[in-house]
């Protein structure tokens, strides 16, 4: 039994015949015409409602049978339904005088050829331009209106507008900047791991303070190191953070700065600056812009 509502082109095709025939899903009932005030159905893809939609019913098995007739019917109806959500001609043509460019030039900038863009700018176009030049033509006008634009919130607003329902899966936005300057700490202050990394590095065991970052609110975020072998100051971090790459922006005690441009976090360390001759006794403070968060399975 097939009860679909969705019209198929690859379906058998039905004969010219009135309905009243045996029906050829089951071959004992009889199909009869029975007229469905709102059809719902898909042609093309696209959603439609038919008013009054002629559908043959098998009186056994309860198959719905589609008329060529019926739905040639139907495919010109979605045509009127887009045509009013496409860019009429003049609307075409009014935005690439806007932009100041002329048919090859614009043609170029949709990546479309010049005779399609001449095809939709004919006032008396039989076919509209696809529904890709649609948006991106709405797009650019949208832009040149508004400056800038949510573009996937208005291309799920659009299909919305075509019928389809979109969920969008959300994504997180990017950490706010931390500010952190630099202090010197106890080690006994800082984690086990931090404490036990920094004295193991140290030349003697005289070394009892590290230059930590400490936020705004007296919390110690991470340590500074620099290694002199290769010239670079490192940051390591005391706990996990929900980011795996940040910029790095650096103010020194003698006023200078610099940044620190897609430092990686990898265990928890990160260089932050390579071939330079600052030292982590130089930072007065450092703001950090989270880039790249860290995905949900890698958080867990």
């Known amino acids: 039994m097939n009860n679909s509502k969705k019209f198929d082109k690859g379906r058998t095709a039905m004969p010219r015949v009135a309905f009243g025939y045996k029906c050829q899903e089951c071959g004992q009932g009889a199909v009869l015409e ?122 799920t607003a659009q299909a919305e507008k075509a019928g389809f329902h979109l969920a969008i899966s959300s994504k997180a936005k990017p950490t706010a900047p931390i500010l952190a300057f630099a202090r010197k700490i106890p080690l006994s202050k800082l984690s086990t791991q931090v404490h036990h990394t920094l004295s193991l ?50 103010r020194f005690k003698d006023g200078k700065q610099t940044t620190g441009e897609h430092a990686t976090i990898k265990n928890q360390e990160a260089t932050v600056l390579t071939k330079t001759t600052h030292t982590e006794e130089d930072v007065a403070q450092i703001r950090l812009l989270p880039q790249e968060l860290l995905s949900t399975s890698e958080s867990k």
């Open 201 to 250: 590095a140290a030349d003697t065991e005289s070394q009892q303070e590290a230059v930590a970052l400490v936020t705004e609110d007296n919390n110690a975020i991470a340590t500074l190191s620099y290694d002199y072998q290769d010239a670079k100051l490192i940051l390591l971090f005391l706990h996990a953070v929900p980011f795996v790459e940040f910029d790095a922006e650096i």
């Open 34 to 155: 029975k007229i469905f005030p709102e059809y719902k159905t898909k042609v093309k893809g696209y959603p439609l409602v038919v008013e009054n939609a002629r559908i043959g019913v098998c009186d056994r098995c309860g198959a719905e049978h589609f008329d060529p007739n019926e739905t040639v019917r139907w495919r010109a109806l979605l045509q009127e339904k887009q045509s009013e959500f496409y860019l009429r001609p003049d609307d075409i043509k009014h935005l690439r005088k806007e932009l100041g460019l002329p048919m090859e030039q614009f043609a170029a900038l949709l990546g479309c050829t010049r005779q399609s863009l001449y095809n939709w700018e004919r006032s008396d176009r039989t076919v509209p331009q696809s529904r890709m030049a649609d948006l991106f033509m709405r797009l650019i006008r949208e832009s040149r209106s508004l400056g800038q634009i949510d573009v996937l919130g208005y291309l």
